[in-house]
Structures are given as C-alpha cells and as structure tokens.
C-alpha cells in the first residue's frame, strides 16, 4: 500500500498535466476540473491496492478514458439544452465550432486502442520523444512509432470525412 505522503506527492507532481490532459478533450474549465477529481479519486483507489509501476502513463490513460467518458454523457444534455426554447438566440459560430471539433476528436480518440491513445497523447500533448515515451509504457521505440503511426492515419480518416484533410 502507498503511503499517504507518497500518494500526495503524486498529485502535487501531476496535477497540472492531469487537468491540462482533459482540458484538451474537454475545452472546458469546470469540466476537466471534474474529471480531474475523478481521476485522483481513482489514483487513491489504485494505490490502496497495487500502486501503478509508472504513475505518469497510468494518470494519462485514465484520464483520456475519463474525459471521453464524461465528454459522451454531457454531449448529449447539452444537446438537449441546446434545443430547449429557454436557449440564447445569440450563438457564438467559432464556438460551437471549436466545440463541435473536440467532440468530434473525442469520439475518434475513442475508437484507438488504448496504447494508440496513450502514444499519441504523449507525443502530440506532452511533446515527449519516441524514446522517451517507450520508456514510460516500457516498449520498443520501433512499437511506439507504430502505434503512433497508426492512430495519426485513424485520427486523419474519421476527421477528414467532416473536417477534411
């Protein structure tokens, strides 16, 4: 079991980057705060058990889960706030277009596997090397590429329908 001192430093090491994560999903501030709670709610239920060997990877890939979960069940009452006749006549056109995009991105991450969405996160996100990404999932750099590869050419089919290429 990890120690309460342990598991606070953990927080205070990835908080920023577990808010900032599903902020990117999300685009919005109160909601990637929640996920972000849920997340450490998780974390503290993980340690209590069996705490992750790389806590980095662990708290990125339950967060993209998380985010895309809650991105999944808000879509569909804002949808049905969005129609309601109490809704303002005024909308912001960039907006619902920036918010239109990141569900749409949500949805497509949605359909990678986990590795490809732990990968891409990690290199598009957070800027990391190929090497170092294969030492935090502790897999070949020559994986990493591939799984990289590969969800950049799903990411570009699903989006290039709607947004293009």
């Known amino acids: 079991m990890v120690q309460t001192a342990e598991r606070d430093a953990a927080f205070e090491a990835y908080r920023n980057e577990v808010y900032t994560w599903a902020y990117r999903l999300l685009g919005r501030h109160h909601d990637a705060l929640d996920v972000a709670q849920d997340v450490f709610l998780r974390w503290v239920d993980q ?25 999944r069940s808000n879509t569909r009452r804002r949808t049905r706030e969005a129609m309601s006749p109490a809704s303002p006549v005024h909308v912001d056109e960039s907006k619902v277009a920036r918010d239109e995009l990141r569900s749409d991105i949500a949805d497509a991450m949605e359909a990678l596997s986990e590795m490809q969405q732990s990968v891409l996160f990690a290199k ?18 020559p994986t990493v590429k591939t799984h990289y590869l590969r969800a950049l050419c799903s990411l570009r089919d699903r989006l290039g329908q709607q947004w293009g290429p």
Do not use: K, M, Q
Not at 52 to 70: C, E, G, K, S
């Open 47 to 71: 340690c209590a058990s069996a705490p992750p060997r790389n806590p980095r990877a662990w708290l990125r890939r339950v967060t993209i889960h998380r985010a895309i979960d809650f991105r």
């Open 124 to 141: 598009v996100y957070d800027g990391l090397t190929f090497a170092r990404i294969a030492a935090e999932l502790e897999i070949a750099v």
